[in-house]
């Protein structure tokens, strides 16, 4: 039996890499110094992968994979067609002097993003495999043995947007480059070189394919004649469907997640068959408890029951990208809690004890055993985890309707807040500067008072405030400078939740996360956001919006129990917002926006599991939102655009108003809600900001007619298409200052 991981996260246990590319695009630092910093990760990452059977190559990217695929292919959008190398390369994740960057979306029902590659006809694909054999060839001279991470041509075609030509013709020209890569690598790198063909995108069964699956089948024929070991993993749900045809094919092995797609096991007949290699994902790879390897061992019992031990390879059920790095510097938390997490390294040694375990027996690994089993009991019945009060709350069952319909419900909000036509907002932060930063750490570490860190920033919401009446916008925001992270700024203020100091975990690009650990029962303490919001009302006599992280969300970006359903977690939650909720309209904020940013990705990734999903979610929300007066008027921040699906559950949220992700996307996907006679208010985003480019005038007029010829004017907003707090100041005040002169000239032609 072996063992494999399908990727390392690659931002560093520091974040070197975050801090190394922002430096290098500050340009503070030079092309080398990044390329460095970058191989003396990926040497650190392999070493911590030394007691697998291979070392992840391509995992490693400046970005993210499918956007490294797509350069490697020459995929270049025509208004960066003079552009090369690295510089085309963020140009397309980040934006241009040339051009807006590309489009970027979450990766399947995963908090990460990928850069959509746009796909064109007229392009040239001209290879550029540098990235790859570099890191192979560095692999190499370190002394292990290789397996190069690569997206598969099907998931990279369908998660990519074709701006120009016929799909069929696309698809066999993309097709075409693919396999030209594959025999650049070849020969660069040799032939048996070993590759994983991540094929996420056959979770979802294979219903998308534009094409018979003898065109699979034959496209994975054509890879292994070109000399490539080939091993094609799906991952986050079952692909029983693809697992037919790919066993029937010359690839090497096959990899499956064996937990979030527990019907895998229905495969293993046809498997067995097949006589491939099996690359069994038996570790979560996506949360973070420790492992229970008694259950570990009854899974791999079923598995080797058909598939022999010399054909098996046991691995995380997904590349570790989606983990913290190790858990080895938190020095803060509750050490009994702690114990009971499993980051990246940690996963690692659990499959290398395993893997001993399998070969030697217990006995001879007994105290490493026993070790794992009493943490997993201790945790079980843990009084920490337990609270009656709050089990019994979320017990009973409760109504979770809205008193009053919309149409009544707008009437009376309209003639209390008076707003104009197009009325502008922002989507609640705002940059996030150096100075508040520095303030919450110093605050934090007990440098500072709370006094003065409360001072701090009251400072920044004075300014953030008049900031924002002198530009004129309509409703306005506190800005969130207390709020280093949202979900992680209301798990700090609710029971049942822990935190690590530096479980970082990639979001975009630089981005990373710190998703807060639920880990028991779920209350508010105590009010939460109050009093930022009654200050920040008290600067204005425009109205002030306050400001939520909705349950769903701040489910879907922690890491949450498992030994609860996560329906059940989602309404402790809930219950805990409704009461925030309610203080707030108590103190006269009168808008309260509940973000559900995440409420999508939380979508289970098969069709037939969608309804039970939609149902329990948009109850939380619900649940949280119904007691909101109708006077007072909730808004929902949802960051993305694609509602085709999902429209009928949006509209049974019943927020007042939902402003959206819209800004890299066409206007062309708000036409659903046109079709669907929605008739609740939205703010689509005018301009992106994911990117540091300033938009004009002009260019946000363009976004907001084309915006007015899909929707009705009496239901539009106007607004950014996110928060602010990754930009900054000299960025977003111009912005907003366009974005506000664009819609008063709207208005004048209306
Ligand atoms: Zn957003």
């Known amino acids: 039996m072996s063992i494999s991981i399908l990727g390392f996260p690659r931002i560093g246990e520091h974040r070197e890499l975050k801090f190394a590319l922002e430096s290098y695009w500050a340009n503070e630092s030079s092309l080398e110094e990044l390329e460095s910093l970058a191989q003396s990760l990926r040497k650190k990452h392999w070493e911590a992968q030394k007691d697998l059977d291979f070392v992840c190559i391509n995992d490693f990217s400046y970005y993210d994979n499918v956007l490294d695929l797509a350069y490697a292919l020459g995929v270049k959008p025509k208004r960066f067609k003079d552009l090369e190398g690295l510089e085309l390369y963020f140009a397309m994740a980040r934006g241009h002097k040339n051009g807006v960057a590309c489009a970027m979306t979450k990766w399947f029902n995963t908090n990460y993003h990928f850069v959509v590659p746009e796909l064109d006809i007229d392009n040239k694909y001209i290879l550029n495999i540098d990235f790859i054999t570099k890191q192979y060839k560095e692999a190499l001279q370190l002394g292990y043995t290789p397996k190069i991470s690569l997206i598969g041509f099907f998931t990279f075609f369908h998660l990519s947007h074709i701006v120009n030509g016929e799909k069929q013709e696309v698809f066999e020209q993309v097709k075409t480059a693919y396999l030209a890569l594959i025999d650049a690598l070849v020969s660069a790198l040799g032939k048996e070189i070993v590759i994983e063909f991540s094929e996420p995108i056959f979770a979802l069964g294979l219903d998308f394919l534009i094409c018979e699956t003898t065109t699979l089948k034959n496209f994975y024929n054509t890879l292994v004649k070109k000399g490539v070991k080939a091993i094609v993993s799906t991952f986050f749900e079952h692909s029983c469907e693809a697992t037919e045809i790919l066993s029937q094919t010359e690839i090497y092995g096959i990899g499956l997640d064996f937990l979030y797609g527990s019907k895998n096991l229905n495969s293993l007949d046809t498997l067995a068959k097949s006589g491939k290699a099996v690359f069994a994902g038996i570790i979560d790879g996506r949360n973070i408890w420790i492992s229970n390897l008694e259950e570990k061992l009854a899974l791999i019992e079923k598995i080797t029951k058909k598939i022999p031990q010399n054909k098996l390879t046991l691995t995380t059920s997904c590349s570790l990208l989606h983990i913290p790095y190790s858990k080895n510097t938190e020095s803060k938390m509750d050490s009994e809690i702690l114990s009971w997490l ?135 925001v506190h800005g969130e400078p207390e709020r280093n992270d949202m979900v992680e700024y209301f798990g700090e203020q609710l029971s049942g939740f822990v935190f690590s100091q530096n479980g970082w975990v990639q979001s975009y690009g630089s981005r990373c996360v710190k998703p807060p650990i639920i880990y028991g029962d779920v209350a508010r303490l105590q009010p939460m956001t109050i009093q930022w919001s009654v200050y920040a009302q008290s600067l204005t006599q425009k109205i002030m919006k306050g400001m939520l992280t909705g349950p769903v969300t701040i489910l879907n970006w922690s890491f949450v129990r498992d030994d609860l359903p996560r329906s059940s977690v989602c309404k402790q939650i809930a219950l805990g917002i409704a009461d925030e909720i309610n203080d707030l309209q108590n103190a006269k904020i009168r808008i309260i926006q509940v973000d559900e940013a995440a409420f999508k990705e939380g979508y289970p990734l098969r069709k037939e599991n969608i309804r039970e999903y939609e149902e329990w979610a948009l109850y939380c929300f619900r649940l949280a939102t119904r007691i909101a007066l109708p006077q007072t008027q909730i808004h929902t921040h949802m960051c993305y655009s694609a509602f085709n699906d999902i429209i009928k559950t949006i509209e049974a949220m019943d927020a007042d108003v939902i402003t959206i992700e819209t800004a890299r996307n066409s206007n062309k996907l708000l036409r659903i809600f046109q079709e669907v006679g929605y008739d609740k208010q939205i703010g689509p985003g005018v301009y992106d900001i994911h990117s540091p480019r300033i938009p004009s005038v002009a260019e946000i007029k363009e976004q907001i007619q084309a915006i007015l010829e899909v929707l009705p004017k009496e239901q539009v907003w106007i607004n950014p298409d996110c928060g602010l707090k990754t930009r900054k100041y000299e960025e977003v005040k111009p912005s907003l200052k366009n974005m506000v002169e664009a819609t008063k000239e709207i208005l004048q032609n209306l």
């Open 342 to 476: 499993s980051f990246s390294v940690e996963k690692i040694a659990e499959l290398k004890l395993l893997n001993q375990v399998l070969k030697d027996g217990i006995q001879n690994h007994k105290t490493q055993w026993e070790h794992y089993i009493t943490l997993n009991q201790t945790r079980k019945n843990s009084l920490k985890i337990h609270n009656k009060e709050v089990q019994a709350r979320a017990n009973s069952t409760q109504e979770a309707k809205r008193n009053v319909s919309f149409k009544e419900r707008i009437k009376l909000q309209q003639e209390i807040f008076n707003l104009p036509l197009l009325p502008t907002t922002t989507i609640g932060s705002f940059p996030q500067t150096k100075e508040i930063r520095n303030a919450r750490k110093d605050y934090k570490s007990g440098k500072i008072t709370q006094e003065i860190y409360t001072q701090i920033i009251k400072d920044y919401i004075k300014d953030c405030v008049q900031f924002q009446e002198e530009i004129g916008l309509d409703v306005l």
